[in-house]
């Protein structure tokens, strides 16, 4: 569970930026933006790391989190001239961006990051290995491109959404969202049977960041299909 | 006839008192509580209409207190182990010896309050060292004054 909610911080990360350099007009690719985003992801924990004497990957969320920001920056900024320039643009960044993953973390496990990594082994290593550092980052290292992929279907999903809504009828909406939500629980029912309810850990670990996409984006599905009727009672 | 004037004006004020006190205490709050209808006849069929296109909205719709908390997620991620944790995340740090349940009020009290404190330092502090701001001493330093 604690993964699965790490994965959706990770997806939203992803998602974040992505949304950010993709529909915000004039956004800054410039330097104070990423020194922002570094002082407020590392500022607390370097002063706390140099205050009680600990290893910077003892709290590895901020680097797994440095580390996604920096690889979704450079996906972005990479030929940024060309992001609105066509539909195409955005898979083919996509795309490089999945295989320049694959590589640095399932390939031949991992040599790539750890070669990468080695040089700066005093500060993201652990015990005098990678290990800590590949495992946590392992375990996240497909999910923020989900997130880039939402982020690039965003508008395409809103108009959809509103079409589906749009109904003369309220029966036709509701039986519509009621098919498509039994597809959904057929997705989460195989999700749910085939890989989370997996009492071994190390094999959930090894299916966790092929698979952890299909609940994060029905909890995605599910809470913006049916907002109408829960939000109206619980919610400002 | 001073006396028959008296009489009259006795009649009178009876009988006006009478009107007095049906206006204020009948006619008056009936008035005011319409009077939205009366001031915007017009206007009050246009405002009040059905909400038919509301469900543009629904989808914006958050819990609040989840928001408030999710902001300083990385503050409470990093600061649990060293204000609400102790010995190495195994025991919860004790302000109410005896009382296990306030103990837990009171730290979690604390720990959110101080997590906050240092998200606006940090955001304080970000604003003071990167930004575009001419004015910036680490940029270029202030115009000197001499005086």
Known sequence: ??????????????????????????????????????????????????????????????????????????????FSSFNNKG???????????????????????????????????????????????????????????????????????????????????????????????????AIGYYWCTEYFFITDKFEYNAVHPYTSFIPILLFIFYRNIFARYVFTFFCV | MYSLSFAFSFFSFLIFSFFFFFFFFFIFPFVFFFSFLFLSF???????????????????????????????????????????????SKTQVVYVPGYPYVNFLVGTTIFLYLSHKTLHLTNTLSDALISYSVHNPFLSPPPLKFD
């Open chain 2, 42 to 88: 017009p206007l009050f069929f246009c405002v009040t209409q059905p909400p038919f296109f509301s469900f543009l909205r629904w989808r914006l719709k958050y819990l609040s207190v989840l928001a408030w908390m999710g902001r300083s997620t990385l503050e409470t991620y990093l600061l649990q182990f060293h204000l609400f944790l102790s010995s190495s």
């Open chain 1, 1 to 78: 569970m604690i993964r699965l909610f790490i994965a959706a911080y990770v997806w939203m990360t992803g998602y974040g930026h992505f949304s950010y350099y993709y529909h915000v007009p004039n956004s800054q690719y410039g330097f104070v933006r990423i020194a922002k985003m570094l002082f407020r992801l590392n500022f607390l924990v370097v002063f706390i790391v140099m205050v009680m004497r600990n290893d910077y990957m003892l709290y590895y969320i901020c680097a797994l989190h440095t580390l996604i920001f920096m690889l979704t920056y450079l996906g972005m900024a990479a």
């Open chain 1, 87 to 185: 539909w195409w643009v955005m898979p083919v960044k996509i795309a490089v961006l999945s295989l320049l993953s694959y590589l640095l973390w399932d390939y031949e496990n991992g040599v790539v990051f750890k070669t990468v990594w080695s040089p700066f082994i005093w500060f993201v290593g652990l015990d005098g290995s990678l290990h800590e550092f590949y495992f946590r980052t392992n375990l996240d290292h497909l999910i923020w491109i989900w997130g880039m992929i939402f982020g690039y279907f965003y508008l395409p999903m809103e108009r959809f959404l509103l079409h589906l809504e749009n109904r003369r009828s309220l029966i036709e909406c509701v039986l519509w969202k009621l098919a498509l939500s039994g597809v959904g629980l």
